[in-house]
């Protein structure tokens, strides 16, 4: 599901106004390797992400996008950062900008497939064989990589 039900109904009262959200972004290790999915809407590679929904813990969203997008189950192991994204406008014009929650995974079971209408490919990468991803997402990858006790804030 690209938006979620509580965002289409917040958009029947405001239209396309400007909505402050919670998202996630996932940095998925399996071994050496970090898991990518190259999204239908733009044809980018990111590292699998999505919405909080209303009273959901973020940590179990990271997890049920991963299986959602994916189907890979995962364990969520840190808290790696705390951002901002830039305001976005969807082509629908819907306009949003959202608090940005990254976290570190490890792999558990089920192979890297698609799993939903969200992604054209998902899979497995070597950090140095890796599609180029977008700002946010490198930044993710590089705070996940980096040695550094405690978390990144932006």
Known sequence: MATPEFITKLRTHIGHEMLWLSGVKVVVFHGEQVLLVRRADNGLWTLPAGIIDPGEEPSHTAQREVLEETGVSCEVTDLIGVGVTAPTVYPNGDNAQYLDIVFRARHLSGDAVINDD?????????????????????????????????????
């Not at 969200?118 to 996940?144: C, I, K, M, T």
């Open 118 to 154: 969200e992604n054209l490919e998902v899979g497995y990468f070597d950090l140095q064989d890796r599609p180029e991803l977008p700002p946010l997402h490198e930044r993710a990858l590089s705070w996940a990589l980096a040695p550094r006790p405690g978390g990144y804030f932006a």
